[in-house]
Every structure is written in structure tokens, then in C-alpha cells.
T-cell receptor, first 111, second 113 residues
Framework: QKEVEQDPGPLSVPEGAIVSLNCTYS??????FMWYRQYSRKGPELLMY????GNKEDGRFTAQVDKSSKYISLFIRDSQPSDSATYLC???????????FGTGTRLKVLA | DGGITQSPKYLFRKEGQNVTLSCEQN?????MYWYRQDPGQGLRLIYY???????QKGDIAEGYSVSREKKESFPLTVTSAQKNPTAFYLC????????????FGSGTQLSVL
């Protein structure tokens, strides 16, 4: 079993839809949770990071962490064609400099 | 402009050749990383360095080497021992104590001729 599981998609939604992206993980020691957006053949861009449990909101993006279920989510409201990209989750635990990445979910927002 | 600069953008390797990928950052970050990205496999850690003159192997270090002689530079050499080097290589960096804030360069696509 992989430490981090992420549905590869592709996920196609109409413009303006609410998008839900998810990752599950197996290591209960993870405390730092990140979401990255990656356009084709570009470096990943850090969208959100969360420490421990709870929600964090930034503009149209909301990140949720449920440590009891070992499940994290990224919600995108009012999705735009420019949101079309691959979204990667990543996590690590305190005291280590190592990050574990999901395989990424490809999102396509249709105009 | 602060950031992480990777060069070249595209690189081609001949059989038996060593090639070096450059990564420079002017963010004053302490830790630097090299990841390899293959389609459908996510990012895999090759090497990382927390401080100058020190580095640790990641999950797929075989066939690669690094050096960290300066804080701002972390070059990756893909040696001839790496039999399947075609991939997208990403350099990243982080400020000590800022776990969760890992930033990436724009990547280098390495292909075998």
C-alpha cells in the first residue's frame, strides 16, 4: 500500500462548478499537508499548506484535513478554465525534511 | 526576483555520458531537494540537503550524485549508471523551520538520444 493515495483522474467539470480533490494516507505521523498545482511541463506551485487538522481558506481554495480518517481535501469554488492542471497533494511529519507526494489528479475545467 | 532557477530547460544525454543539471536559489533557503517525475508516478525523492556540505540519499539515489558546496546551489549529476534517466527533474527548496512551505523550480526535461 502506498503511503499516499490520490485518484489520477482525469476529472472534467463545467466552468463555475465546485471541484473536490482528495488524498488518503496511511502514516498517522503526518502533520504537514500541502496542495500543489502543476501545469504541463512546469514546476509545481504551492497553493495551500495546513498544519495538523482543520480547514484553511484562501480565495476560491479551501483545504481540509481530517486526521482521524487520514483524508485531506482541496475544494475549488467557481472553477475556471485556467484551473485546468494537475493537482498534487504532499505531506510530511515534524522532524523530517522528507515529503511524500501523491501521483496527482488531472483536472479539466470546460468553458 | 527571488526564486529557484533550473537550467537547462531541456537536456539530451548520449549513452555512457554523465550530465549535470543546475539548481540555484536566491531565497536564502537552507534545505534543497531533487525530485524525479515520471508520468503516473508522482514525485520521487533523489537526494536532499539540509545544510551546506551535507546531503542524504532519497528513495531513488542510485545512478545520481550531488554536491552542496554553496547554500544557494545544489547541482545534480545523472551518471552513466542511471539506465533509465528520461524524466522531468525538479529542484525544490525550503527555509528551515518552515515545514510545509516547499517551493519548486521550473524543471529540466532530460531525454536520452
Amino acid at each position: 500500500q502506498k503511503e499516499v493515495e490520490q485518484d489520477p483522474g482525469p476529472l472534467s467539470v463545467p466552468e463555475g462548478a465546485i471541484v473536490s480533490l482528495n488524498c488518503t494516507y496511511s502514516n498517522s505521523a503526518f502533520q504537514y499537508f500541502m496542495w500543489y498545482r502543476q501545469y504541463s511541463r512546469k514546476g509545481p506551485e504551492l497553493l495551500m499548506y495546513t498544519y495538523s487538522s482543520g480547514n484553511k481558506e484562501d480565495g476560491r481554495f479551501t483545504a481540509q484535513v481530517d486526521k482521524s480518517s487520514k483524508y485531506i481535501s482541496l475544494f475549488i469554488r467557481d472553477s475556471q478554465p485556467s484551473d485546468s492542471a494537475t493537482y498534487l497533494c504532499a505531506m510530511s511529519h515534524s522532524g523530517t525534511y522528507k515529503y511524500i507526494f501523491g501521483t496527482g489528479t488531472r483536472l479539466k475545467v470546460l468553458a | 526576483d527571488g526564486g529557484i532557477t533550473q537550467s537547462p530547460k531541456y537536456l539530451f544525454r548520449k549513452e555512457g555520458q554523465n550530465v549535470t543539471l543546475s539548481c540555484e536559489q536566491n531565497l536564502n533557503h537552507d534545505a534543497m531537494y531533487w525530485y524525479r517525475q515520471d508520468p503516473g508516478q508522482g514525485l520521487r525523492l533523489i537526494y536532499y540537503s539540509q545544510i551546506v556540505n551535507d546531503f542524504q540519499k532519497g528513495d531513488i539515489a542510485e545512478g545520481y550524485s550531488v554536491s552542496r558546496e554553496k547554500k544557494e546551489s545544489f547541482p545534480l549529476t545523472v551518471t552513466s549508471a542511471q539506465k533509465n534517466p528520461t524524466a522531468f527533474y525538479l529542484c525544490a527548496s525550503m527555509l528551515a523551520g518552515q515545514e510545509g512551505k516547499l517551493f519548486f523550480g521550473s524543471g529540466t526535461q532530460l531525454s536520452v538520444l
